[in-house]
């Protein structure tokens, strides 16, 4: 089964105020068995727009990665998230083989 992916860009508004939501997101992407591949490494911009900040997390499944994001937990972490950043995020299927 192929695996899910979550791909945010985000650019941090208030970096002290963003650690709770950090902190806060633990517990869903335990649940959900989360793995973070990247986050917020340092990145070259070789062609279009992003922002300051990519995140890439990998979850068993795709729909564990859309069942994370759904979940009351991960709905908790971003209510504190949204006011102190601005991002984009998509959840994708990864490749087998």
């Not at 695996?3 to 950090?22: I, N, Q, S």
């Not at 997101?25 to 300051?52: C, D, I, L, S, W």
């Not at 990998?58 to 009351?72: K, Q, T």
């Amino acid at each position: 089964m192929p695996k899910g992916y979550w791909v945010a860009h985000v650019d941090v508004h208030d970096p002290a105020a963003y650690e709770a939501y950090r902190r806060a997101n633990a517990v869903a992407f335990a649940k959900y068995g989360a793995r973070f591949v990247v986050r917020g490494a340092p990145q070259v911009q070789m062609e279009g727009h992003t922002r300051a900040r990519t995140v890439v997390i990998e979850f068993p499944s795709l729909e564990a990665a859309r069942a994370c994001y759904e979940s009351p937990e991960y709905q908790a972490a971003k209510a504190l998230r949204d006011p102190v950043s601005t991002g984009d995020l998509v959840i994708l299927e990864g490749c087998e083989g």
